[in-house]
Every structure is written in C-alpha cells, then in structure tokens.
C-alpha cells in the first residue's frame, strides 16, 4: 500500500543541521540496440531466403545483414562518441576542471543557489544518475585544500551550465568560501563520483529520509524519476529541517506531489516549527517511518538516507566509508524490520 494511507500525526523528530557527503552510477551504450536491430534484420532476411528455392541466396543475405550490422554497430558508437565529447566531467584522470560563477540566487537566510558556466555552452555536466561532483579551494593560509562533494540540482541534460545549492555552515570552508564568491570567480571541480546507479522502475517503491542539504542527491534521483514517463516508481519523502524557512526545494516537491499525488508523498518534520505547524515535529521517529515508508515485506523496495552524522546514527546506522555501507546497527530501520540491501545511504 503506497504510503500506508492511515497518515498518523508525526512523533516529536528532533532534526540538526548537517555537514554533506556524496556517491555515483555510471551510464549505459545504445551499441547493443543497433547491434540487436542488425542481427534481427540478418534472421529475418535468412528464413525468407531459406524458403523454396531461394536457398542458393543465404549466404548473399548473410554476408549482407553482417555488414549492415557492422555499420550500424559503427554508427552507434560514433553517436555515443559524440554524446561523451559533449560531457564536461568525463571521471577517470581527467582532473579537477575550473567553472566560472555566472550568477548568485539568495535562498534563504544561510542558502544560495550558485550557477557555474561549463566550459562550452553545448556541454552537459555528464553526471549520471546518482553521482556528484567535488570542489576544491585552497585560501592563502591553509595547509591543506578543501575538497567538498556537492550534488547539483541542475538537471542532468541542461547544456552550459550546473547549478548548486550550498548551505553555509559556521566554521565550513568550503560553504563560506562559494558564499563569498563574486559572479566571474573561478572554483575547481571533479567528477562524476558514482554513486546508486539508478535505471527506470529499478524499484517498485522508494522512500527518501533526508536531513538539511542531504535533500540534493534524493531531488536527483527524484527528478530523474519524474523527468521520465516511462518510470512509474512511486516515492515516498520523509524530510527534517531546524525551521520551516530551511526546507529546501519545497516548491518543487509540492508541483510533485500536486502532479502526482498517487506516486509522491512528502512529510516534513521540523525542530523549532511555527505556530500552527501541520508536519511533524522534533525527531524523525519510529513511529512516523512506521507509519508513512513502505513496508519492508513490500516487493523490491529501496529506503536511501542522507543526512548529518546523528540522523544516520539513529536512522540506518553510520556509513563505515564510500565503499563500505556499514551495518544498520540497531537502528531504526533495522528495527522496523528492513535489512542492509534495502538500506541505501548517500
């Protein structure tokens, strides 16, 4: 049942602020459809001429079907060729690439949406779905650069430019270094960084808990979604800020939600809510995930969470590493009784 429908009031959720981090996927080739399309050309062109007396003439239509298979194979590759040379990050030793800041957008009272120019007005960024991008910075009187990871909040197939959402963090390098940026500065990047390779309908059901910024890789995999009329993936958004101000993106999950109210719900759970306040309040609670996830007996379904250190802590158990998911450790998840493969954290 999607979302269980008997929404109960949220349990008291406290929420923190979260310092970020991120992962990668890696797309696919079209060689193997032209490739396929040749070969069913060359099958059919060999039962038509191995009927009655055209035998003699097999091997002229195989030879042929072989060769128009050999030029669709090429033309395929040329094509994707092409697709990849448009891709600004193109991962492997390619290294950090500089993007200019073309312009600054206020947010809210600690956030801003920051968008860099690729270095070709024809480029895509060349993230997959789900990947980030690192930044670097190195001030003056570091020892050391800063290197942050950051999922944009572009859309994958938007030519010229990416955009970011950067919250400023107290005492964050990199965060107060992009605040401080001047459109027509220049800042380092790298990428992509793989992280859940998503394909269509992967998954029946997906849920996000998300904490603060930790909400820019779940709009990714959830603009992918959307974006895609052939995906009919239902989703299920459990999202916990300080204030209703820091709730990011939320025009965005409520034109979802108003478009596809039987595949997008979204719960929001705040520390300090206003008066009159609706959502949740306080901690992201057991009670509120019983309540509003998928069930973990339901058929292939994914939970993802991204968040600060204390949400994965109490909601799925600590990220021992990049390559290393850890275990959901006593958790809420595990308690609810979801195992590690449908756990994913950012």
């Not at 406290?14 to 459809?33: F, H, V």
């Not at 009919?232 to 979802?256: G, M, P, R, W, Y």
Request: glycine letters at 10%; proline letters at 7%.
């Amino acid at each position: 049942m999607f979302a269980r429908q008997a929404f109960r009031a949220a349990q008291p959720l406290r929420t923190q602020t979260r310092r970020y981090a991120t992962e990668p996927s890696s797309g696919g080739s079209n060689t193997l459809l032209y490739a396929g399309a040749a070969a069913l050309l060359a099958g059919g062109g060999y039962y038509y001429y191995s009927q009655g007396d055209n035998a003699a003439k097999v091997k002229g239509a195989a030879k042929d079907a072989e060769a128009k298979a050999k030029n669709a194979v090429a033309a395929g590759k040329a094509k994707l060729e092409g697709i990849s040379a448009k891709s600004a990050f193109k991962g492997g030793d390619q290294g950090f690439i500089s993007l200019k800041l073309e312009s600054v957008e206020d947010v809210n009272h600690n956030t801003k949406k920051f968008r860099f120019a690729l270095p070709e007005n024809d480029q895509v960024s060349g993230l997959a779905i789900a990947s980030a991008i690192l930044t670097k910075f190195k001030g003056p009187d570091m020892d050391k650069p800063a290197i942050r990871p950051y999922t944009p909040v572009s859309d994958e197939d938007e030519k010229g430019f990416l955009d970011l959402l950067v919250k400023k963090y107290p005492n964050g390098p990199m965060s107060t270094h992009i605040h401080d940026m001047q459109p027509g500065q220049s800042l380092d990047f790298k990428g992509p960084i793989p992280k859940y390779p998503w394909t269509p309908n992967k998954h029946i059901h997906i849920a996000l808990i998300a904490g603060g910024t930790g909400i820019t890789p779940m709009y990714q995999v959830v603009r992918a979604i959307f974006n895609n009329p052939d995906d009919k993936t239902k989703v299920t958004l459990v999202f916990a800020n300080v204030t209703e101000e820091d709730i990011l993106l939320k025009k965005e999950f409520d034109h979802l939600e108003n478009t596809y109210p039987q595949r997008f719900r979204a719960f929001y759970v705040l520390d300090n809510p206003p008066k009159g306040w609706k959502g949740g309040k306080g901690f992201v609670s057991k009670e509120l995930l019983k309540t509003v996830l998928p069930e973990p007996k339901e058929e292939n379904i994914k939970v993802f969470v991204c968040g600060p250190p204390g949400m994965y802590k109490a909601i799925s158990g600590v990220k021992k590493s990049p390559s290393d998911q850890g275990e959901l450790d006593g958790s809420v998840l595990e308690q609810l009784g979801y195992s590690k493969d449908q756990v994913y954290k950012f």
